[in-house]
């Protein structure tokens, strides 16, 4: 028996990378997992990889009226929610110097936008109990070059988690942030020059103690220990699975 058995889960960005590792691993745990991401299709072959009954739902968080769907689609489904994963996000490389406010507005939108919005619409929506576990980085606690935007929005998704966890209390809802170091998926590799994938993983990899980068079934893992009971006495928390990055 899994730990979320009769439990209904939403991993937003769950076609591809750490969201698609989730919501696997959510739907082992007996979890009936909603999924979304932007195309029809890669929705359709990541139901299939998630299996057990998973329910794709298109959706751009980034267009906020957009996650409305999302709501309409759980409901329709005559589900309530017990875990919520945002996961959907990312960023592109650019220094201050270059930055532009199409490349700012994107990724808080993306980001910040995206996991304010998704929490906030599906609030009706949540059991007793329930586990928000949201997107956080490494990149906030360094200085890297060129991810400056990126390491802001995140060190607000950080902060909403606090004031989330802090209004949530009393409905016995918990908030947590899952801090990943570097992980290999489509979105960290997508950051390399064509041609330069091996590089950006080497480069990474040196970057933590352990000195490789992370898997994404390693990330799953830490998503389904806060989304389930195993982790009831934590909220407002933030939580390194970083091969030691920010850590040693
Ligand atoms: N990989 C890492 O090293 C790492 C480290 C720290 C934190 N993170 C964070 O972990 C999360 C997942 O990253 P990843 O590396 O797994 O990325 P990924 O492989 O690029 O996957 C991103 C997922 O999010 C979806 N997505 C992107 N923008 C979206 C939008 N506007 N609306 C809805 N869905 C959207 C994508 O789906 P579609 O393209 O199909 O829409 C895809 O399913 C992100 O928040 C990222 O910042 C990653």
Redesign the pocket.
Known sequence: MGVLQNKTALV??????????AARRLAEEGAHVF?????QQ??DE?VAQIGLGATGVV?????FA?IDVVVEAIEAHGHELDVVF??????EFALISDVTVEHYLDTF???VG?TLFTVQKVLPLLNRGASIVL?????PSKGMPAFGI?AAS?AAVRSLGRTMAAELVDRGIRVNVL??????????T?LAPAGGESELLAE?AASVPMKR??H?DE?ASAVAFLASDASSFMTGSELFV?GGEVQV
Do not use: C, F, H, Q
Request: glycine letters at 24%; proline letters at 5%.
């Open positions: 937003t960005g769950g076609t591809s990378g750490i969201g698609l590792a999924v979304t991401g932007r195309s890669r929705l990541a959706s751009d968080v980034s267009n957009d945002t996961n959907a996000g990312g960023g939108n993306r980001n995206g997107a956080g980085s490494t990149a990126y995140k801090v990943p170091g570097p992980v290999e998926t489509p979105g960290l997508g990474m980068v992370g994404v990330i970083d």
